[in-house]
């Protein structure tokens, strides 16, 4: 049996699947809150030659955990992750769709989405090879501005 955990922290978007044996000997008990996560997934991947799929969790490739709030993931990660999504899905009928964060609430002194951003990171994700992209977390939260950003992105692709 598999456990599937997803990270609550929308800013960090990856997903680690342990079997229940796994967690319990990594000292994870239900539910696993993001910040534990993070610790215990860090402290992994500073131990392992395994890459981690995600720089998000590799501080060698981006940035670390605790700066990406404040400074966000880049246009060039969006690229490079959803490539390696569209290789990765080579063969299958698996479509990639990945999904652009807009106007996440974050803190006052955290990073922030601005249209730019936002059409950089759709434009990125067709790059990348995407079939489409899902644009998250709430429409209510989205400031229109930063949403046509991707409008823009998307009239641009065609």
């Known amino acids: 049996m598999k456990s599937r955990i997803a990270v609550a922290n929308p800013i960090v978007p990856f997903r680690v699947s342990w079997s229940l044996d ?3 000997s990594l000292g994870l008990k239900w ?3 993001t910040d534990e996560m993070s610790v215990i997934v860090e402290r992994q991947a500073a131990t392992s ?3 981690f799929p995600f720089s998000a969790i590799n501080p060698g490739q981006e940035q ?3 700066e990406i709030p404040f400074t966000g993931l880049s246009s060039d990660y969006v ?3 959803t490539k390696r999504c569209v290789e990765g899905a080579k063969g299958t009928k698996t479509l990639i769709w990945p999904g652009i964060d807009i106007d996440i609430p974050t803190e006052a002194n955290q990073s922030k989405c601005t249209p730019q951003g936002t059409r950089d ?3 990125a ?5 995407a079939h489409g992209v899902i644009l998250s977390r709430k429409y209510s939260e989205m400031k229109l501005a930063n949403l ?3 409008g823009a992105a998307i009239k641009q692709v065609g």
């Open 22 to 24: 796994e967690a319990r």
């Open 31 to 33: 539910p696993a809150y």
């Open 49 to 51: 030659a395994v890459q």
């Open 64 to 66: 670390s955990y605790a």
């Open 79 to 81: 690229f490079r992750e």
């Open 121 to 123: 990171a759709v434009l």
């Open 125 to 129: 994700a067709f790059r990348g090879g």
């Open 148 to 150: 046509s950003g991707a």
